[in-house]
């Protein structure tokens, strides 16, 4: 069993650690080959090679073309050069975002006219209100592939034939407002199929450090034809959308992440599914009146999202720490936020309520036997309080 030394860890919705593999990919390339890939030299050019190979291998993942990826520094920065890039260029236009979205879409989205659109009970968007908020200025949605707190997968073909249909109408109106789609797929690399035809997606941020990747590496999707604003100028570098010298070893170690993500998608799934409802029969069975947030049906298999009534959730938290657990009480961006969960929120979960709720996200290191450790480690720290 784990110690004290080894914690379980089941945060890894929050952070990977870094697959060897992808480590050996990137090493070369932080002293042997550390040249400036814009340099004309032999050896540079070199590095250049390398570097394109990389963006060609991530397009392979995605079912795009090698000049559709733009390389960044993570998830946050490809959600805002998706959404300031957009908007920037459309000014006059209005951006939807759904309630439950991470902070990097919500937070850029709000600079401009937003429409947020709610979900239903079970975390799954509402379609009927996000028809309803698209008017003819609209030139974003931007609604997230996969929940980074409860997990819960969305409809993205259904949302894309919705804005497809907008776009065909707009054509045969003569309005010449363009609509976008966007998808953050930080959390969804692992799981979910990512080829963006099949999804439909003009946009798509992806995260180095959610698929056993290095930290502060990933990629924008942008479709040929997209036409967005810049965030960074200076050296034209990423087709002109992202200046700044590459991160050659960051993007290789990118690329490599996830190719192996979605190589093992499928049987890495069905491994932690079977985990999931293994931990969900455990807790149903185990914890009175406990409750599962979000859908069961349309979910991540590595997620399990709680509701423990009566209970405070930084109290449990410390005492699986002290116990040998890590998980977390939501996103790990707003670990010290005093407010409760604005996704929890949104679900319709008062304030008292979301304060009982934990967050344990399973991964390539996840076992039964860990599972069966933290169940009596999580019975032992509620019956400390009382309730049993």
Known sequence: MPTKKTPIYLDYAAATPLDPVVLAAMEPYYADYFYNPSAAYAAAQNVRKALETARADAAHWLGAKPSEIIFTAGGTESTNLAIHGVMRKYPKGNVIVSAIEHDAVLMPAQAYDCRIVSVQADGRIDLKDLQAKIDDQTTLVSIGYANNEIGVVQPIREISRLISEIRRKRQQAGNTTPIYFHTDACQAANYLDLHVARLGVDLMSLDGSKIYGPKQTGCLYVRAGTVLEPLISGGHQEFGLRSGTEN????????????LAQAMRKEESERLQKLQTDFVKRLEASIPHVVINGSKKYRLPNNVHVTIPGQDNERLLFELDEAGVQAAAGSACNASDTEASHVLKALGLSESTARASLRFAMGRGTTSDMI?????????AIQEKGVS
């Open 372 to 380: 069966s450790r933290t169940m009596q480690l999580l019975q032992a």
């Open 248 to 259: 050659v070893a960051g993007d290789i170690g990118f690329a490599k992440a996830l190719g």
